[in-house]
Structure formats: C-alpha cells, structure tokens
C-alpha cells in the first residue's frame, strides 16, 4: 500500500508569483466589481481616505471594492467586492 501524495503545496509556494503582482502599479490594473459587473481601470474607483484605512468604491454602484488598512505591525488587504483585478504582465 502506498501513501497518498498531496498534490497540493502550502501558501509559501505563491510567495514569489504575488511578489510580481503586487511589485506593480495597481491603479492600472482592470477591475470587475462584484455588485454591478462594472469592468475598468481601478483608477476609476471613488477612493475614501477617512475611514479607518482606505477605502476604494465602484464608481457605477458605490460598492467596496478594496479595503486597505495599515497597521504598525502588519497590513490588512480585503478585496472581496471585486470579481477579478487583472494586472497586466510586465514585459
């Protein structure tokens, strides 16, 4: 009897795929609201700067897109308001 072999790895193994997505400017990036569908460059979104972090909102729906909240010891990043953000490969 053999063992079974995952065919998963654990979370380390995207260390260096999201150091190249993240390394980028993302206010070029194409996002999809998950409220409306609306698709264009995060650029478009309606940013909020006085909330405790920041907020960024769909600018055809106003549903958060983003939330970034920034800690001395660590960042908190909550995307669960888009469907997808596309980041074009450099070259």
């Known amino acids: 009897m053999t063992a079974d072999v ?3 790895l654990d979370g380390n193994a995207a260390a260096g795929a999201l150091r190249e997505i ?3 400017d993302l206010t070029t990036a194409i996002a999809q609201c998950a409220g409306c569908g609306r ?3 995060f650029a478009e979104a309606r940013l ?3 909330a405790p972090g920041m907020v960024a909102r ?4 106003d549903n958060v897109l983003l939330r970034v909240v920034s800690r001395p010891t660590d960042t908190y990043l909550d995307l669960r308001g888009l469907t997808y953000l596309r980041v074009p490969n450099s070259d």
């Open 22 to 24: 993240f390394a980028v």
């Open 58 to 61: 769909c600018s055809g729906c």
């Open 6 to 8: 995952p065919t998963y």
């Open 39 to 41: 698709t264009g460059v």
């Open 48 to 50: 909020y700067l006085d």
